[in-house]
């Protein structure tokens, strides 16, 4: 009986080589750039108490529809939760380790939520981010806020806009709360049924629908601006004039509220204009001020944002920005005499520090010369029975019209390294563009 053929589960996917080895060098760069602003490494769990998420706040998509809940094996089992962000587990560390504030942290990793998948959406993804716990100083905000910025440009990405808004503080909120749940109300029946829903459990939220019926409403609702407290407001323009200093670009969007339900005052998104509008977030965040004293700490004030990788990287690729590695094989040993020529020649290259590879199965040199031309190698090493018996290689210029010429073993290592340092490297081939039988 034929076996079952399993594929990955709806909305997660393989990331195969080359695009994962971009992946992870676009994390490095976010990860130099975070550490160079003093942010240190928090490697937090994959899942958490789904008590932790539940404070995010009980009108969230991402708390009532989108996590992946289970049972462990405990006596009585524990409710757990795959994380769907990262800040809810990074301010339950905080309360639980209670560092020396500020705590700067920066982070990496899948995050889970039960979308419905599309392109630029999954159920697993990734992101990479930063927060700093223990301040409310509206430089801090500056600070996380320009790092994205700088970030996006270090991919070389141009076409991101940041976009900020302030929330206010509780004070205000109520205020204007008050004011929007009355104009909401008072336009109820224009909206669509969801709103309609959303606005009993939510008023702020409504603001976040995208259908096209709801957008007459929204574009008349009362504006968060007009009721910030005095202290809020004074917050939010210390932080555009922190922007102004740095020149970092920015348009203020007055009915941006974010899905998360924690955000108090400063809120922002990024945007990517190379991206269709139903997936072009690239990252966002915000100050969080009671979530640490929520999740059993003491009053801390903290903001920080996430980033999407997945769909940076579509950017990236809409922008033409950041573009693959080179391969990371320099050099292909092709060997017809049994394959143990192979086996030391690469680890002598190796132990250099060059990147080299070989064949299996003892194929043909035509079949072999085709595996090293895919590998990107810049430089062939071939071991017939010839250069077995006089103990040498020759070694082959893989570019259009490079030549070949044959060298002792002993001076293989030096060879190589001289041509490999004239040479371009060559990009990366897609692994699953390669066809594996020859
Ligand atoms: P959020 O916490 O929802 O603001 O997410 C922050 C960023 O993560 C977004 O701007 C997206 O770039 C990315 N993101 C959120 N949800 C998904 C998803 N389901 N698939 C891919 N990326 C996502």
Redesign the pocket.
Known sequence: MAQPLFRAPV?TRDILAPESARRRRLVRVFADLAERSGFGLLESPVFEDVGVFQRLGEAND?VTK?LFEFFDKGEPPRHLALR??L?AGVCRAFAEHRPVSPWKIWYSGP?F?Y?R?QA????????V?VETLGTDDPHADVEVISLGVRFYAALGLTRVRLLVNSLGDSDSRSAYDAALTGYLQSRRGELSEQSRVTLERNPLRVLDSKRPQDQPVIAEAPLMVDFLSGASAEHFASVRAGLDSLDAAYEISPRLV???DYYTRTTF??VADALDTA?N?????GRYDGLVEDLGGPPTPGIG????????LLACDAEGAFAGDPAPVQVFVVDTVGGQSAAVLCDWLRQAGLGADRAFDGRSMKAQMKRADRSGAVVAVIVGPDEQAQGTATVRDMRPGGDQHTVPTSELVAEVSRLIAAAQPRPAIPQHRRQDRD
């Open positions: 909305g991402v989108e769907p962000e800040t995050q939520r979308e998948p630029g959406r999954y159920r697993q993804f990734e992101q981010g974010r899905g998360l998104e990024f997936q977030a690239v990252g966002g965040g944002f996430a980033l999407g990788v997945d769909r940076i």
